[in-house]
């Protein structure tokens, strides 16, 4: 009755890693043999950097409310402050 008991345990063993090995399917597990060296298993994505502007000299500026172009130098977005002072004008460049 002994041996019963333990070929049914050792049965119920086997089926079990088994049933294991099948669910994880064909993935090496890190630092085992079959996984090929030099290959990591987690890949860093690189942090997207912001894009470099193209021109950052001095434009020529239409303002959006209007009134004459205006020389000026770009911060970001649609913003630029006037090569002659004065506060940052909202605005599109002309020239590409």
Do not use: F, N, W
Request: hydrophobic share 40%.
């Amino acid at each position: 009755m002994k041996t019963l008991g333990a070929l049914v345990l050792v049965l119920v063993a086997m089926s079990g890693c088994a049933a294991q090995s099948a669910l994880q399917g064909s993935q090496p597990i890190p630092g085992s043999a079959i996984e090929p060296s030099g290959v990591s298993s987690v890949t860093p994505t690189p942090a997207p950097s912001p894009p470099q502007p193209q021109h950052t000299g001095p434009r020529v500026i239409i303002p959006v409310t209007g009134g004459p172009p205006v020389i000026g130098i770009p911060v970001g977005g649609d913003l630029y402050v006037p090569v002659t002072g004065g506060p940052p004008v909202i605005g599109m460049a002309v020239d590409p």
